[in-house]
């Protein structure tokens, strides 16, 4: 089982940038794969990106150009850098940690952080 607190969230005008945290604890193992993804008013639960133990990156092709997952496997936190944002990017983001078989699947999740964009 892995816990998850996100953090970092809040309200920022368009254009600006935001660094979301993921602290995580708990039972981590080589193939853990840790991911973020977002949820829109009334819309499904996307996924943004996911990163490997080893620092190995996968995006959504949606995202890539302006967000970037990064981790400090030192303080156990997956960072998720958002610049240029949009009001379209107004929406909980979401961590989780799960696997690769060969799409994401995600075991555990955040209570997630509210980003919101204002124009």
């Known amino acids: 089982q892995v816990q998850l607190v996100e953090s970092g969230g809040g309200l920022v005008q368009a254009g600006g940038s935001l660094r979301l945290s993921c602290k995580y604890s708990?039972?981590?193992?080589?193939?853990?794969?840790m991911a973020w993804y977002r949820q829109a008013p009334g819309k499904q639960r996307e996924f943004i990106a996911t990163i490997t133990l080893g620092g190995s990156t996968n995006y959504a092709d949606s995202v890539k150009g302006r967000f970037t997952i990064s981790r400090d496997n030192a303080k156990n936190t997956v960072y998720l850098q958002i610049n240029s944002l949009k009001p379209e990017d107004t929406a909980v983001y979401y961590c989780a940690a799960g696997e690769v078989r060969g799409v994401f699947y995600p075991n555990n999740w955040g209570q997630g952080t509210q980003v919101t964009v204002s124009s």
């Open positions: 708990g039972t981590i193992f080589s193939r853990t794969v």
